[in-house]
């Protein structure tokens, strides 16, 4: 049974999986020892087939759906705790940028990996931004831009988190013009230059102190 | 009006520079008319656009445009197009772009006075309306300001608009992320073409209202070039993205079936599928574009090109001058060689030679072939509805790719050769009925889209009685 819950997720199969992990739970499997000995490991598989190039992102999110539809089944019955979200995001693209594909793919991956995501969408002035850390307490904040005309509304959002007295947060950015250097000048906390290595770096992010920027990029 | 023969029937008049239907816009530019052109874009560097910086931004197009021009003349440019695309803030305050289309044009009619420098303004404005979850297409500020924008950048002297529409890319997004063809299929098949009728409609309207603009055309920019940089960067199988290429040439089609009359997009890579079926010019990009981003489709983008583009560009400083004047020279001199070739009646050679180097080499350059185009192209005027087209087409690219491999022409990993047979598998499997397809669509992803952005009645607001007071 959880050998099929384990295959199920690495196919993304969100329907069986749901089904063996409501059937594991009747049969008096342990919840706990569900997720971590058979869900979190079908999904570092997962991780790993997509980093060798055997998975694109399709069957990543799928997979990742299909761990939310067993966690869903599971969770309640988990001890406190063991039931908290990998970590709290808010996540936008800056003021006077349209552009969304990888913020959102950014979103997709963090939610399959366990994080709890407020997605503010695009376009989203530093008040927003600072709005929304005022009211979600997120552990990260995550900005995307396409534009280069658009890096310097970064620095400005950045600059407003710290005005308003929420800068503890960590926070990182991304996307296509967006470089370590400018990272670090602007003082953020992490940078990523591809989705999969933003996830990588928010698990990192929330296992270890932040006094220096990870860096996910490519070599 | 809608196409059911092709324009151009014949395959070997497929070329660069040549259209049934040229347009004649600008100073004296007649393009499709025998010639490629130029069309050079360009971009700020990284810079806050605000009032108080509105001088500084004003400064780079004097500085991007003088220089453009300039170039040109030295390297006796037979012709030339500028393209303004304009950024967020431009479109927003559509003051501000017209301001710089006023700058833009009066640049162009001192080269032409002064040089003789034939030349024409493409001015596009940033499709604003996707700002609201769902996006709010028909009505309300975005669309406003965007009408707003286009009237003022007419009058200010835009001999070209166009625009990169996303009219169903609020599911595409979604959809392409899961490889889930009904979504990208009611995306591309449903959503985007009544938007873009609807649009469309609208623009030519009001290109015929005042000014002198042409309606150019719309581009799958949004849904089907993020589709290929995704696949490039690994994230998505390439032959998805070469399917969704396909499938994105019924939705720009579109726009020529409500008044666009070309030239189409830069980036709308599914151009040659249009001037097949409409045999109005296209622009294109490609190995020149490199300034902008990667390209598997570098040489064969060329093929049957009537404008070259370098897509966009920042003005930042090079060792030979600015980055817009250093494209303009290579957009010039890849033209050159192009008119050179065809007024040695060669034109047909060297578009098989610019298919040829690239066409085995990706799936997103093997359905740019073309025998692909004409497959394509000829998969979507049998078809009766953009739904039906859109359909078409994509298993038109499949069957393309499936003979390639199978030929040994096209290479491809077992992962991608599996991904083929899903996204067929899903083709196949569409409901024939659209309205099966929406019903279905609305239920999968709820609230995405909204009906009305579309021309439908607004979902039904169900209300329990009994409770109140």
Redesign the interface.
């Known amino acids: 049974m959880s050998d099929l819950l384990y295959d199920a997720i690495l196919k993304g199969d969100a329907t069986t999986a749901a089904i063996l992990a409501r059937q594991a739970i009747d049969q008096g499997s342990a919840p706990g020892q569900m997720v971590t000995r058979r869900m979190i490991p079908a999904m570092d598989e997962v991780g790993r087939r997509f980093e060798r190039g055997d998975y694109f992102v399709p069957e990543l999110l799928l997979s990742g759906r299909a761990m939310k539809a067993a966690l869903n089944i599971v969770r309640p019955l988990l001890a406190s705790g063991a039931a908290e979200p990998a970590g709290k995001v808010v996540i936008g693209t800056v003021q006077g940028d349209l552009h969304d594909i990888g913020k959102n793919l950014v979103a997709a991956l963090l939610e399959g990996g366990g994080f709890q995501v407020h997605d503010l969408g695009v376009d989203v002035s530093p008040s927003r931004f600072v709005e929304a850390v005022q009211q979600k307490a997120p552990d990260i904040v995550a900005l995307s831009a396409l534009l280069t005309v658009t890096l310097p509304a970064m620095r400005t959002t950045l600059d407003a988190l710290g005005r308003a007295g929420v800068r503890e947060q960590v926070r990182w950015v991304g996307g296509a013009p967006v470089t370590r250097q400018y990272a670090e000048e602007i003082g953020a906390d992490g940078y990523s230059d591809n989705a999969f290595g933003a996830v990588r770096m928010a698990r990192t992010l929330m296992e270890n102190s932040c006094d220096a920027i990870p860096n996910s990029s490519h070599p | 009006m809608q196409y059911r023969t092709l324009a151009i029937p014949n395959p070997r008049r497929l070329i660069y520079g040549w259209s049934p239907r040229p347009v004649r816009c600008g100073f004296d530019l007649a393009i499709g008319g025998g010639l490629v052109f130029p069309e050079v874009n360009f971009?700020?560097?990284?810079?806050?656009?605000r009032r108080d910086t509105w001088h500084e931004v004003m400064a780079h197009y004097e500085e991007m445009a003088s220089q453009v021009l300039r170039r040109a003349v030295a390297l006796q440019a037979p012709g030339i197009v500028l393209e303004f695309e304009l950024?967020?803030?431009m479109t927003s305050t559509p003051e501000w772009g017209a301001e710089i289309t006023l700058l833009l044009h009066r640049h162009l009619a001192e080269a032409y006075e002064r040089h003789g420098l034939r030349g024409a303004l493409r001015v596009t404005p940033?499709d604003?309306r996707?700002?609201t979850?769902p996006p709010a297409l028909r009505e309300g500020g975005p669309w406003d300001i965007l009408k707003r924008s286009f009237e003022v950048c007419i009058e200010a002297g835009a001999d070209i608009i166009s625009i990169e529409s996303v009219g169903g890319k609020e599911l595409h997004?979604?959809a392409l992320?899961?490889?889930d063809m009904n979504g990208i299929a009611f995306a591309l098949g449903v959503l985007a073409p009544r938007d873009i009728a609807w649009l469309w409609e609208r623009i030519a309207g009001l290109c015929q209202s005042g000014g002198h603009a042409v309606p150019g055309g719309d581009s799958a920019c949004g849904f089907a070039n993020?589709a290929m940089q995704?696949a490039h960067?690994?994230?998505?199988?390439e032959v998805l993205a070469a399917v969704v290429r396909a499938m994105s040439a019924p939705r720009s089609l579109a726009a020529f079936e409500h008044g666009a009359a070309g030239p189409s997009k830069d980036c709308a890579y599914e151009g040659p599928v249009i001037k097949a079926i409409t045999g109005c010019p296209i622009s294109m990009e490609g190995k020149s574009a490199t300034c902008a981003h990667f390209s598997p489709v570098g040489n064969i983008a060329a093929g049957v090109c009537d404008l070259w583009s370098n897509e966009s560009v920042?003005n930042v400083r090079l060792l030979s001058g600015n980055a817009p004047e250093a494209y303009t020279e290579l957009l010039a001199y890849d033209c050159r060689l192009m008119n050179v070739a065809a007024s040695k009646g060669q034109a047909l050679l060297l578009r098989d030679w610019l298919s040829e180097s690239d066409e085995d080499l990706s799936p997103q350059a093997a359905v740019l072939s073309p025998a692909a185009t004409f497959r394509i192209a000829r998969a979507i005027v049998a078809a009766d509805t953009p739904y039906g087209r859109t359909i078409a087409a994509g298993m038109a690219a499949v069957a393309e790719l499936r003979e390639r491999i199978a030929a040994g022409r096209l290479k491809l990993?077992p992962?991608e050769i599996e991904?083929l047979g899903r996204i067929e598998n899903q083709l196949r499997a569409l409901p024939p009925d659209e309205e099966e397809l929406r019903s279905e669509i609305q239920e999968r992803y709820p609230g995405v889209f909204a009906p009305a952005s579309y021309g439908w009645p607004p979902a039904p607001v169900l209300v329990a009685a009994g409770a109140a007071g």
Request: glycine letters at 0%; zero cysteines.
């Open positions: 971009t700020l560097p990284a810079i806050e656009i950024l967020p803030p940033v604003l996707e700002q979850k997004d979604r992320m899961y490889a993020t995704l960067q690994k994230m998505l199988p920042q990993s992962q991904w």
